[in-house]
């Protein structure tokens, strides 16, 4: 699979625009600084409260509050600061006041921001508090309040290539395999043989040292930086790799395992769901980090009635579009950065059915979600199955912060459920678990059957959701069905496969 293949269609150059420079050691010293001033700060359970009184003095004093703790906390670490140079600077800054300490602790903020997006997983507990603050750090009485900005243009490959005068590097032909991913296996899912990994990463490593060598001799630029840039675009190409993987591999389940034209006995995907009504989502401080729920009072049971070809297109349809959100993520994240940290859109606190949430305008993750929208309706080449309404920005999907969080649990959600079905060969050479399989499932293929017909059901049939078949009401059904895994009656299989759970590693 090309390079161009991997994130839909677009080239190095206009992927790199929205690619963020790995860290290097000064800024991950002002990263840990950070999370640790984030944990202990109360920020938003001070700030995000019904009362209205001196608002706008109680989010000054919460944001000076945090510098205080990050400075001060920079002290006590200096000692680890000191190889980056950060020792002096570190015991400055806890002696001066914050409004003296402005390019530091925008240094540091924007550092947290662009290590969430580089790495997804990370922050998982403090990375909604930092938004909120710096949401609130943008508002004009707040600025002016604080007589400083906490804000600072986040890092990319693109312009930090262009300022060194390398942007040459971008259209190199050479780069396509110094940043390839070198993975396990083909596109097709065949393992490839330990030579040929082998041959794919030496091939990396020597393209990345030409260009290295090149490059840091003739442009601004060293040849460490050089060697940042590279492997922070080979970075950005691996993790969307590892992601679009469990989506197309279920759209490759889904085609392999039901036809779309006839239903195959008791593994139909047929839905006869209720009428009922209700609320829609619920997004507070739950079990996915900083935004996720999975369903309000109506969160068990179908609402969608789908017959067996309806159901199959509309899975296969909301899998494609997974897929190309999974290929735009990047982009997404930084859209969302944009539209939460805007200085013309504010936010109103609402009691969404789920406690307090910041509802405010997405309008260019809103433009980004239709554009990819209607790509993918154009090319399923089928009447689109259910609603096209991309909730943002009101009570459903609340802000930026909970909409990015919702698509990063995609392959989470889908990755176990790959796992399994693959892992089946592997389970039942155990002979106690091959009898076992026979017993309770009538063999591998009956179970394998069993769950992908499950996820497809009910993992799309609308359940948490008062319609269910708009854009954001089809995750919110797969975070439905995760939460109920433990009542299936193959729960105990996966388990004994080897799950541990869809929410990934917490920390």
């Known amino acids: ?16 625009r929205d690619v963020p420079l790995r860290l290097n050691e000064r800024e991950r010293i002002l990263l840990n600084v950070l999370i640790s001033a984030l ?17 706008v003095g109680r989010i000054i004093d919460g944001i000076l509050e945090a510098c205080a703790i990050a400075t001060g906390l920079g002290l006590c670490g200096a000692g680890d600061a000191s190889r980056s140079g950060l020792n002096a600077e570190m015991k400055e800054a806890a002696k001066r ?5 402005q390019e530091l ?35 004009s009485s707040v600025n002016r309040g604080l007589q400083f900005g906490l804000w600072k243009e986040l890092n990319m490959v693109s312009p930090f290539l262009e300022a060194g005068g390398a942007e040459e590097l971008l259209v190199d032909e050479r780069l396509v395999d ?72 279920m759209l490759t389940l889904l085609k392999e395992n039901f036809d779309p034209n006839k239903a195959d006995g008791k593994f139909s995907l047929q839905l006869k769901g209720s009428s009922r009504g209700g609320s829609s989502y619920g997004y507070g401080m739950g079990r996915f980090g900083f935004g996720g729920g999975g369903g309000g009072g109506n969160s068990s049971g179908a609402t969608l009635s789908h017959s ?19 290929q735009h993520m990047h982009s997404l994240w930084v859209a969302a950065d944009a539209d939460l940290l805007s200085t013309t859109s504010v936010y109103n606190l609402w009691n969404t059915g789920q406690g307090l949430n910041r509802v405010q305008s997405c309008p260019t993750v809103s433009r980004m979600m239709h554009n990819l929208l209607s790509a993918t309706q154009s090319e399923s080449k089928k009447s689109w199955v259910g609603l096209s309404v991309v909730h943002l920005g009101d009570r ?9 969080d919702k698509y990063t649990q995609v392959p989470r959600i889908l990755q176990p459920i790959a796992d399994f079905v693959d892992g089946l060969d592997a389970f039942v050479l155990n002979p106690k678990l091959e009898a076992y399989v026979e017993e309770q499932f009538k063999g591998k293929e009956n179970l394998k059957k069993k769950v992908l017909a499950d996820y497809f059901k009910h993992g799309f049939d609308g359940s948490g959701d008062d319609g269910g078949s708009c854009i954001d009401g089809r995750l919110t059904s797969s975070w439905n069905w995760t939460s109920r895994i433990g009542k299936k009656s193959y729960y105990h299989a996966f388990l004994m496969s080897g799950f541990a759970g869809f929410d990934g590693e917490w920390k």
């Open 105 to 139: 602790l925008c240094e540091m903020f924007e550092v947290g921001r662009r290590n969430k997006i580089l790495n997804p997983a990370s922050m998982r507990d403090t990375y909604g508090k930092l938004m909120y603050l710096l949401q609130d750090s943008q508002s």
């Open 308 to 326: 067996h070809d309806t159901q199959w297109t509309f899975v296969w349809q909301t899998l494609c579009l997974w897929v190309k959100i999974q």
């Open 396 to 404: 459903d999907v609340p802000n930026a912060l909970v909409f990015i």
């Open 1 to 16: 699979m090309g390079l161009a293949d991997i994130v839909g269609g677009r080239s190095i150059t206009k992927f790199c």
């Open 97 to 101: 006041d914050p409004s003296e300490n």
């Open 178 to 249: 110094a940043v390839h991913p070198v993975m396990e296996t083909d596109s097709s899912g065949e393992r490839l043989s330990r030579d040929e990994v082998q041959r794919r990463v030496k091939r990396k490593r020597e393209s990345a040292d030409e260009l290295v060598a090149e490059y840091g001799a003739k442009t601004n630029l060293s040849e460490e930086e050089i060697r940042r840039a590279i492997d922070s675009i080979a970075d950005a190409y691996t993790v969307v790799t590892q992601n679009v993987r469990p989506c197309k591999r």
């Open 39 to 55: 944990t202990v700060s109360e920020y938003t359970d001070n700030v995000d409260v019904v009362s209205r009184r001196n608002k």
